[in-house]
């Protein structure tokens, strides 16, 4: 995505050492970096959550406000959630319209939450076929050092963990806000999406900007709480052996359980 | 703009203002330098609520490269929005508003940074506002000045800014969202304050003349504070205290 510019050493060194059962930042390939959650980053939104994974960071801001529903789901709320490369993340990342790697991100994260059924959207109707309530999920990414899809996620679940919507009635055709009767958004699931990249033979978890430049290929699989997978991506210019697959498959199992550990305390922490 | 009714007491008789300021008192303001890893500079603002986040790169090359300049180097600015930083979400897309507020606060760091040493190349700085509450172009150009220094960038001065306005007929210090909206006049002003020159001034609401000169005046005023915070997060970065003063 970010095509920084790695040079040759570092490649060989990051093979060398895969080779030998290591990553260049020291990590296990089963190892996540380090994750940050601070989930009262903006007061203002609705919900929100200042993410660092690794040197990955993004905050996600969630506004809930009514909304028409789509023409053929009145009888369900809306769910749209965003990722933005912000300029200040990376030197190269350029002002403008998303380029395909960003609108993926966006589609790839989007999708995670959404296929998960994590928040339960029929609970969120003012009034069938007229009005619904809309969760806009919005992840800015403020530092990048790869793996933007989990980081991404991670804001995202986190942000819609600690979001309060408020509550409206339809009245005359337009809802109206009732005063002091804010909930928890519904939520039926905790989605965990765990991205691996694969260099040469090495399956590996979480990749670096410095993996992910040289990484032959990559997946990224959302697991819920019950251990279902609920959302599959993958990338890259390389192929997966179905034994690759499932050993995937299982990792993002095992992952995504201790991932979902740390989203539970942002629940438990409200 | 204009005294609009409303049920909001800005300023009571006490001099007190709808947020328990009083009148020639700004809101709580904390600056911190440096904080991105990528950035060759960045500082991070939180005036009131507003939270706003900066990040510099440059001096680097130019692209497009029709924009370079062989005299000087160019500054360019980009004042943005998040979707969930104002009540109602906002359209991710840059509005007219934001272009703008790019635009002035472009000018108003211009003649601070010392471009002419670095012909045929862009600095290029990103304002991403966070949260905003009124006032987030002074709070955002005190950010910038301040992201600028860190990344090593020659100026000739920072650039402190602040608002001052009119409420209840009163000229106050840094007008925040409801005073903004609710008040008779906004003036955002950005200031260097070693070289005694106001590089941004922007102005919505009726003033007399006395009521102007005491309006600057009192930004001013205001600039000077940002201005030893600007200070204070560059020592706490670079000599890791918040120095003696």
């Known amino acids: 995505m970010m095509a920084g510019v790695i040079d040759e050493l570092k490649k060989s060194q990051i093979l060398e050492l895969l080779a030998q059962g ?11 970096r380090e994750l940050i959650i601070d989930t009262d980053a903006i007061p ?21 406000q009514p909304d028409k529903p789509f023409p053929d789901m009145g009888d369900k709320g809306i769910f749209i959630c965003t990722a933005e490369l912000l300029p200040l993340s990376h030197p190269s990342v350029e002002t403008g319209p998303p380029g395909p790697d960003v609108i993926e991100l966006a589609r790839v994260v989007d999708r995670g939450i959404r296929e998960s059924h994590m928040i339960d959207l029929s609970q969120l109707v003012i009034a069938k076929d007229k009005s619904v309530v809309g969760v806009f999920a919005d992840n800015v990414v403020v530092d990048y050092d790869g793996n933007l899809f989990d980081t991404c996620a991670y804001a995202a679940t986190a942000a819609i963990l600690s979001s309060k919507t408020p509550k409206w009635d339809l009245k005359d055709d337009v809802p109206t806000l009732v005063e002091g009767q804010e909930m928890d958004v519904p939520v039926t699931t905790i989605p965990v999406s765990v991205t691996m990249g694969k260099i040469g033979n090495h399956i590996i978890v979480d990749p670096n900007a410095d993996e ?26 390389e192929g997966f052996s179905l034994d690759e697959l499932l050993k995937c498959g299982e990792i993002s199992i095992k992952v995504g359980s201790q991932i979902r550990e740390k989203l539970k305390q942002v629940k438990g922490g409200n | ?40 500079g960045s500082a991070y603002i939180e005036f009131g609520d507003n939270k706003i986040l900066v990040g510099v790169f440059g001096p680097r090359d130019v692209h497009p490269k029709h924009m370079s300049n062989t005299d000087t180097g160019i500054l360019r600015v980009r004042y943005h929005m998040e979707p969930f930083s104002v009540t109602e979400r906002k359209n991710p897309a840059p509005s007219r508003r934001e272009i703008e507020i790019s635009k002035v606060i472009k000018e108003a760091l211009e003649p601070a940074v010392m471009l002419e040493k670095f ?14 509450d009124g006032g987030t172009r002074c709070a955002a150009l005190s950010a910038a000045s301040v992201a600028l220094a860190d990344a090593g960038i020659p100026m000739r001065d920072m650039v402190a800014a602040c608002a001052a306005g009119k409420v209840a007929d009163t000229i106050i210090l840094d007008v925040n969202n409801e005073e903004d909206q609710a008040g008779q006049a906004d003036m955002p002003i950005g200031y260097m304050p070693n070289l005694e020159k106001i590089t941004l001034l922007q102005l919505d609401g009726v003033l007399t003349p006395e009521e102007y000169k005491k309006c600057v005046e009192t930004g001013i005023n205001g600039c000077k504070i940002v201005y030893d915070l600007q200070k204070k997060a560059l020592q706490e970065k670079y000599f890791g205290s918040g120095g003696d003063q």
């Open chain 1, 22 to 32: 290591k990553r260049i930042d020291g990590r296990a390939f089963d190892e996540t």
């Open chain 2, 1 to 40: 703009m204009g005294g609009r009714e409303s049920e909001l007491v800005l300023l009571d008789e006490n001099g007190i203002r709808c947020d328990g300021r009083k009148i020639d008192e700004p809101r709580k303001i904390m600056i911190r330098a440096g904080g991105l890893k990528n950035a060759d």
């Open chain 1, 44 to 64: 203002k939104a609705n919900g929100s959550a200042r993410v660092r994974l690794g040197d990955s960071e993004v905050v996600c801001g969630v506004k809930i």
């Open chain 1, 212 to 237: 992910w430049d040289i990484m032959d290929a990559r997946i990224t699989i959302t697991t819920d709480s019950d251990g279902n997978i609920c959302a599959l991506q993958k990338g890259g210019d």
């Open chain 2, 119 to 132: 012909p045929r190349t862009a600095v290029d700085v990103f304002i991403e506002v966070l949260q905003a």
